[in-house]
């Protein structure tokens, strides 16, 4: 299990996001202050993937579009199109909170024994898996969460053998990108070209472009590759990052490594997005009055 954790303040918000990644599932324990996810600007995977997401708000509050609020805990399992891939018609939701905790799993289709999708509303999770919920916000690591795999199959969530198929030992060409990876992570350093990569790694060029399409591939990042997978991700970190109470398009750019906001633009626009004003004007956070 490889992983890297990110804290980030900007904009009068906070993010902080624990990522776990195995070959079955990829989970994020997310912890955003002041900020809206909004899955209707939610930039899609331009490759198909087949997953789900088991969408668990521990606080704050999870939106349906036309249905109303619901305050943490709260959990769905979600398809890829109405996370991952969006797309037209459908249903979307905002999750947002002074104080916001977010665990998500993503899993493949074949793994998820409940009823796929948004249509189907919040699912009913016995008080031991909340309590596995918790325990992995306290303390993020990789015993919690085998904690939580072993605790959702045993609720009949999840597919009894997710937990039997994680590494316990990574082989040495993914242990060795990941090292420096990890730092990036940890400041979203999405603008990070291919030769400062291969430079701190001490990789050519050809060796490393070898070792992280196998990494992307074999842990279903975004995307074809990993150009692809950072493009998404800065692009994600953009929209969010927008949403902040104190945020200016111009800061956010900036602040995930765009040259400019023209350039942020001509990426949103790339997208299927709107512009970035429309977006910050969407999903600006302000606190309860």
């Known amino acids: 299990m490889l992983a890297a954790t990110s804290h980030l303040a900007f904009g009068g918000a906070t993010l902080r996001s624990t990522v776990f990644l195995e070959r079955r599932l990829r989970l994020h ?18 490759v198909p993937s ?53 665990v998500e799993l993503r899993l493949p289709a074949a793994d998820i024994r409940l ?27 990789e015993p919690a969460v085998h904690h939580l795999l072993a ?19 990574e082989p040495e060409r993914f242990t060795r990108v990941w090292a420096v990876v990890q730092p990036l992570y940890q400041h979203l350093a999405t603008s990070t070209s291919l030769k400062q990569i291969s430079t701190l790694a001490g990789l050519s060029l050809r060796q490393l472009g070898r070792d992280l399409t196998d990494l992307t591939r074999t842990f279903g990042l975004f995307g074809a590759g990993f150009r ?36 942020m633009g001509r990426a949103f626009r790339d997208a299927g997005l709107p ?15």
């Open 29 to 46: 324990l997310v912890r955003r202050d002041r900020l809206v996810f909004d899955s209707a600007f939610a930039p899609p995977a331009r």
């Open 50 to 102: 087949g997953s789900v997401h088991l969408f668990a708000q521990l606080s704050g509050t999870f939106a349906p579009n036309g249905a109303p609020p619901l305050t943490g805990p709260c959990a769905f399992v979600l398809a890829e199109t109405e996370f991952d891939r969006v797309t037209r018609g459908a249903l979307t939701f905002r999750s947002f909170g002074q104080r916001c905790t977010i």
């Open 115 to 141: 009823p796929i999708g948004l249509m189907h509303g919040a699912i009913a999770l016995a008080p031991g898996v909340w309590d596995a919920y918790r325990a992995l916000e306290a303390a993020p690591g």
């Open 151 to 169: 605790a959702l199959a045993g609720a009949g969530v999840v597919s009894a053998d997710l937990i039997a198929s994680v590494v316990a030992d």
């Open 228 to 263: 692809d997978a950072m493009r998404i991700l800065r692009l994600r970190a953009a929209v969010l990052l927008l949403s902040a109470p104190d945020a200016a398009p111009n800061d956010v750019a900036r602040a995930v490594g765009y040259s400019s906001l023209d350039a």
């Open 275 to 289: 512009p970035p004003s429309l977006v910050h004007a969407a999903v600006r956070y302000s606190d309860p009055a």
